[in-house]
């Protein structure tokens, strides 16, 4: 018995929509990654980045805010896909105080798996930002 | 209507296909997942062990404790390694280039950052095992974390 020229094109429809549905599944799913680990080095450079501010001795700005932009900055700046960028308030404090800090990146998708997509957007790029706290003890860096 | 020797064998096929597609999504996804727990807890073994090689040493106020680093981010990364191993290097040797350690090894390297010395860098570096070989990506974990020095003067 020959197949129905209906099923035969309803076969083809079915895969042509399953298969790209699938695909682009998988495909966020990376992406969901790729952005959730950024975030993960951006958030754990800032932590650090607080921790150094308030490492430096107190009321000193200068160094505390240098400490803390070497710490960032050495942290995501071996990062293939990751380009640090500013790090806000972060630097001064008099000894028992708080430093908090804002840190800023930019994820560039086109070098990571997801460059497979880059046709699509050749400067495709998600901007991440994390903030964290730092808490100076008043026993320290007189 | 009956179904006809055709349709039958198209059935399959078209199963075949699809449940082929649908088993590597749901693999590549927990492939994925689980590549991320172990790099997070890599990430986060790295901040620990630097804060620690970056204090200063017991008998030195102004020399910074890099062995330190090797303990605690084992401690950290132990939990998640899933059968990969994990090598501490001693303190003060770079970690090995990526390309040179084999899949389903880790290494933990403390030293100071060779660009500024009053910079402690610790690096997490290796090919944990892909659990899913069925979805053949090429997982690599490369977590560094720098902190500055923190030592004390009287």
């Known amino acids: 018995m020959n197949m129905p020229r209906k099923h035969s094109g309803q076969a083809l429809i079915e895969t042509a ?6 695909l682009t ?28 501010a308030v490492a430096a001795p107190a009321d000193n700005d200068a160094l505390s805010s240098e400490f803390a932009q ?41 070098r990571t798996p997801m460059a497979i997509l880059q046709p699509l957007d050749s400067n495709w790029h998600v901007d991440i930002q994390a903030t964290a706290t730092g808490y100076s003890s008043f026993y320290r860096s007189k | 209507m009956p179904v006809g020797p055709h349709q039958g064998g198209q059935s399959i096929v078209e199963f ?24 997070s807890a890599a990430v986060t073994a790295a901040a ?25 981010v084992s401690s950290r990364l132990e939990p998640v390694l899933f059968g990969s191993t994990l090598e501490r290097k001693p303190a003060g040797t770079p970690c ?13 390297c403390a030293t100071l950052d060779p660009a500024d010395a009053s910079m402690v860098l610790v690096v997490v570096r290796g ?17 560094p974390a720098e902190f500055h020095k923190v030592t004390f003067q009287r």
């Open chain 1, 70 to 110: 070497k710490t960032y900055g050495g942290t995501l700046r071996r990062s293939s896909y990751l380009e640090p960028g500013s790090l806000d308030n972060c630097g001064g404090y008099t000894a028992g105080g708080t430093v908090t800090c804002t840190g800023h990146a930019t994820v560039f998708l086109s």
């Open chain 1, 17 to 22: 929509i399953t298969i790209p549905v699938l």
């Open chain 2, 127 to 143: 090919r944990p095992f892909n659990l899913l070989p069925l979805v053949p990506l090429p997982w690599t974990i490369d977590a």
């Open chain 2, 96 to 108: 090995d280039p990526l390309d040179s350690i084999p899949t389903g090894h880790l290494e933990v």
């Open chain 2, 48 to 72: 620990a062990g630097v804060r620690a090689a970056a204090s200063a040493q017991s008998d030195s106020a102004s020399d910074v404790d890099l062995a330190a680093a090797g303990p605690l």
């Open chain 2, 16 to 39: 075949a296909f699809t449940i082929g597609a649908f088993l590597l999504v749901l693999f590549g996804a927990l492939s994925t997942a689980l590549y991320a727990v172990q790099r």
């Open chain 1, 25 to 52: 599944l998988l495909l966020s799913f990376l992406l969901a990654m790729v952005v959730a680990q950024a975030y993960v080095d951006v958030d754990t450079a800032t932590s650090l980045a607080a921790a150094a």
